[in-house]
């Protein structure tokens, strides 16, 4: 596989409505996973391209709006690694 040097992920963990953790933000340490691209797109902030993993496209929405909640998220696509 090709590693890729994707910059870091950003979001602000002092967000009172942020729900971060293994479960919220991301998927428990063990769980089958595949990985997603989303659109995020922060308030006051340009659209980011996101490839996450999880353990389905719902928890993939999930996830980056639990670690976003005023961003638009797009619909999460598959993709084949």
Do not use: C, F, I
Request: hydrophobic content about 35%; cysteine-free.
């Amino acid at each position: 596989m090709k590693r890729q040097n994707l910059p870091a992920l950003t979001w602000e963990e002092n967000d009172s409505e942020a729900r971060l953790g293994p479960g919220q933000s991301r998927p428990e340490p063990g769980a089958r996973t595949q990985m997603y691209r989303l659109t995020v797109k922060p308030v006051d902030s340009k659209p980011m391209k996101v490839l996450m993993r999880a353990e389905n496209s719902k928890m993939a929405l999930r996830y980056a709006l639990n670690r976003w909640p005023h961003a638009a998220v797009s619909s999460p696509k598959q993709v084949k690694l």
